[in-house]
């Protein structure tokens, strides 16, 4: 490769790098000024200009005074993205059905790049409106910490979870993540055996869920399914028995549906 062709390539791909940690820095904190935005990126302030104006010509970003966020147009990107998954389509109604019978919220999940991606959500009528579960749906998160992610975990090979521990670590979200890879290692043995996996406060305090992952005939893991919510509700045998009956028969109609369509025989997580 000529060093001009070379020059061009290293260009372009420090010009995405950027364009990206701007966008990822405006998802996290919302609205920032360019000032802002340069100390925490570590660039100048005529960089960080340019990249805004370009992402605000393009429509990604939009000016509120001295301020920039995030435009609603990602949003619809995103939505569109997920429209078009055929595993969102097929799952979508028994989510909705699950929320509805336990009264919790009810999440399917994927993972994407060692991280759980919630994929949609849906909220039943004996829970209230909590800022956290909306964070959940427009933030990937660890997948230790929940029980879509460690049902998921449970399902992958062990070189695979290996592989994303290394990557990701185990942060602790609470006294009561599991923070050690032994004891990850130990809960997903028994995740395997009983079909379905628990989050007892290990995310947020206060809050508990149960979830199982749905998978393919050959095993290969598709993402997961979960009912969640405060402890002051999901206690007792609506936690240890009602909830994972719903939760594990919604996985199983979820995955009964995908083995009985031809149309999956291609990738299902693509359109």
Known sequence: ??????????GTRTSVSRTIEIIDALARRGSLGVT??????????????????TLEQ????????????????????????????????????E???LAAETGLYAHLTVEENGHGVNLYQAKGDDVGRYDYQTQKIQQPEPLHVTATGKAIL????????????????????????????????EELSTIGDRG????????????????????????????????????????GERFRQESTEAVTR??????????????FVSDLTKP
């Open 154 to 185: 449970a399902s992958l090979s062990r070189t695979d979870v290996e592989s994303i521990l290394d990557r990701h670590g185990l942060v602790r979200r609470t006294p009561h993540t599991i923070t050690d890879r032994d004891s990850l290692f």
């Open 196 to 235: 379905y996996a628990s989050n007892d406060e290990e995310e947020i305090e206060g809050f508990r869920a149960v979830g199982a992952s749905i998978c393919r005939p050959n095993g290969e893991v598709l993402g997961a399914v979960s009912v969640s919510g405060p402890t002051s509700i999901l206690h």
């Open 58 to 93: 393009s429509g990604y970003v939009v000016r509120d005074g001295e301020k920039y966020t995030l435009a609603q147009k990602l949003s619809l990107l995103g939505e569109s993205v997920r429209n078009q998954s055929r595993f969102f389509q097929i799952a979508r109604d």
């Open 250 to 263: 919604t996985a199983n109609l979820i995955e009964v549906t995908i083995n009985m369509s031809n149309e």
């Open 1 to 10: 490769m000529n060093d001009a062709v070379s020059g061009d390539t290293s």
């Open 95 to 97: 989510i909705d059905d």
């Open 36 to 53: 802002e935005l340069a100390g925490a990126l570590d660039l100048s302030k005529s960089t960080v200009h340019a990249y805004l104006k």
